[in-house]
């Protein structure tokens, strides 16, 4: 079966073979189609729906059924490729609390941990399901979830396998911080021992990648050597890398994840030349969160540096319970343009296509024959709309 979806004032396909539509600055390099369609096929029970055609209306092939958006954008689906779904609990008077001026240092994780733990596995998936029907709602179709508040094998593998059952992105972080049992004298060690050996070895049937906060402004994070640890000891395991760098302070994070071939290191928020340099470099990609900054008050990362350098930039979310609390990529979007120094063409594509390369997916992000039918609906005649109507709900995934 195929669809024909028509009435599409503007289609931002950021497919880098196409010529823009119109060829305005406010749209370089997102092969914008204006007064566009598309047909959709595929999408039985064993396969995802694939873009068959896309155009101008005027000569768009038949279909089998055809449904018309009256005059609304399309643009890729938003990839949100960080984020820590899987927890129970509470954590807004920590917020509170940063909002009259308490810094953060990484300590309140903890108390996800203990509430996480005494969550069922009904709880647990009850929310996550409510999670992603929240992003989707804003236009995330796809998403990356991380364990980490778990923090003993139990939990650890609970929250992978609850997070493989909405996604295939699943990443490993039981090095997410040191738990507040492995604290004393010797735990330390022992933790890491336990996070790179039976920990690992159960987690890593239910994970694509494994990651590590890697943090030594942070006690209760990892610093540069026993980061290496963790991410060899899972890459050994045949997980694919990610890192947590360079967030609190500058650090080991972003040459660490170079030099290993990470794939993504998230924050970003403190680089010196030389990692800036290293990334440039490199396959890894920054993948930058605004939405820490904005719930935390540090500063936030420099994407006009990154991108200027010749840095693959992402954005993402970073949703979790105690540093970003907001599910919404069109909010990471207007913060990159209003905070970061990115125009909003650069900040969509870093939440699309760059999205997909910090995933390593060619199958995502752009609206081009072959690749999957992954579309956001903008209840507006362009993408333009995201960041200037923030906090307004005009982002919706096309259900097809």
Request: aromatic share 4%; proline share 5%.
């Amino acid at each position: 079966m195929s669809m024909l979806i028509t009435g599409i004032s503007e289609l931002v396909t950021c497919d880098d073979t196409r010529e823009d539509g119109g060829g305005s600055p406010l749209t370089r390099g997102l092969g914008v189609v204006e007064d566009a369609a598309l047909v959709v096929g595929g999408g039985g029970e064993d396969s995802a729906p694939v873009v068959e055609w896309v155009g101008p209306a005027g000569e768009a092939p038949e279909a089998d059924w055809a449904i018309d958006l009256g005059g609304q954008a399309v643009v890729p689906g938003f990839i949100d490729s960080h984020s820590h779904l899987v927890f129970a609990g509470d954590r807004s008077a920590e917020f509170a609390a940063r909002m009259t001026g308490q810094a953060y240092d990484g300590g309140g994780i903890a108390v996800t941990m203990a509430a996480t733990r005494e969550a069922t596995d009904a709880q647990l998936r009850a929310l996550l399901q409510a999670r992603v029907a929240e992003m989707r709602a804003q236009g995330t179709t796809t998403v990356e979830i991380k364990s980490g508040y778990g923090l003993d094998v139990e939990h650890e593998v609970r929250a992978l396998r609850l997070a493989r059952e909405v996604t295939t992105e699943t990443t490993f972080l039981g090095a997410h911080v040191v738990p507040p049992d492995a604290r004393g004298e010797g735990g330390r060690e022992a933790y890491l021992d336990l996070v790179c050996g039976e920990m690992l070895a159960a987690c890593a049937p239910h994970a694509r990648w494994v990651d590590v906060f890697c943090e030594p402004a942070s006690r209760y994070a990892f610093d540069e050597q026993e980061s290496r640890r963790v991410l060899e000891a899972g890459r050994d395991a045949g997980l694919e890398l990610r890192v947590h760098g360079n967030q609190l302070s500058e650090g080991p994070g972003a040459q660490l994840a170079v030099e290993l071939g990470a794939a993504s290191v998230d924050h970003c928020t403190f680089l010196t030349d030389a990692d800036v340099d290293a990334l440039a470099g490199s396959g890894t990609v920054a993948t930058l969160l605004p939405g820490v900054e904005f719930s935390t008050r540090q500063p936030y990362p420099d994407a006009r540096r990154l991108l200027d350098a010749g840095v693959d930039v992402a954005l993402a979310s970073d949703c979790n319970p105690g540093t970003c609390s907001s599910s919404s990529m069109p909010l990471m979007i207007a913060l990159a343009v209003r905070e970061m120094g990115m125009a909003p063409a650069e900040a969509l594509r870093a939440a699309t296509v760059g999205g997909a390369r910090a995933l390593r997916r060619d199958d995502l992000g752009q609206v081009r024959v072959g690749r999957r039918a992954d579309l956001a609906v903008v209840a507006a005649p362009s993408f333009l709309h995201i960041p200037y109507r923030v906090g307004v709900p005009i982002v919706r995934a096309l259900e097809i």
